[in-house]
């Protein structure tokens, strides 16, 4: 089983960075893909950006291509997302989740793949 622990969520004008790290526990992270979700009030979960165990492919939304970087360290059993360029419909809040199928060529970007979700962490990006 594993934890997650999203952190470094807040208040950020437009065109402005922030880093999510989400950080887990349980001895099997480096088998587990990883992705990060999001949630704005009133609006269903939806897939933001994922990579696999081993780092070496990574999945996109449309949304964020060149704009946000998912990064993972497995030795500090933590993932980040690096989010530049930010703009108001970013705002929601961020969820961390773990698979324990590694999807290929490209990492799952179905809420159902993944088996373990974080608390969440709220991203608030003003205009």
């Known amino acids: 089983q594993v934890q997650l622990v999203e952190s470094g969520g807040g208040l950020v004008q437009a065109g402005g960075s922030l880093r999510l790290s989400c950080a887990a526990s349980g001895r099997t992270f480096s088998s587990y893909a990883m992705g990060w979700f999001r949630q704005a009030p009133g609006k269903e979960r939806e897939f933001v950006t994922a990579i696999t165990w081993s780092g070496g492919s990574t999945n996109y939304a449309d949304s964020v291509k060149g704009r946000f970087t998912i990064s993972r360290d497995n030795a500090k059993m933590t993932v980040y997302l690096q989010m530049n360029s930010l703009k108001p419909e970013d705002t929601a809040v961020y969820y961390c989740?773990?698979?324990?199928?590694?999807?290929?060529?490209?990492?799952?970007?179905?809420?159902?793949?993944?088996?373990?979700w974080g608390q969440g962490t709220q991203v608030t990006v003003s205009s």
């Open positions: 989740a773990a698979s324990r199928i590694d999807y290929r060529p490209k990492p799952s970007s179905r809420v159902y793949n993944y088996d373990y």
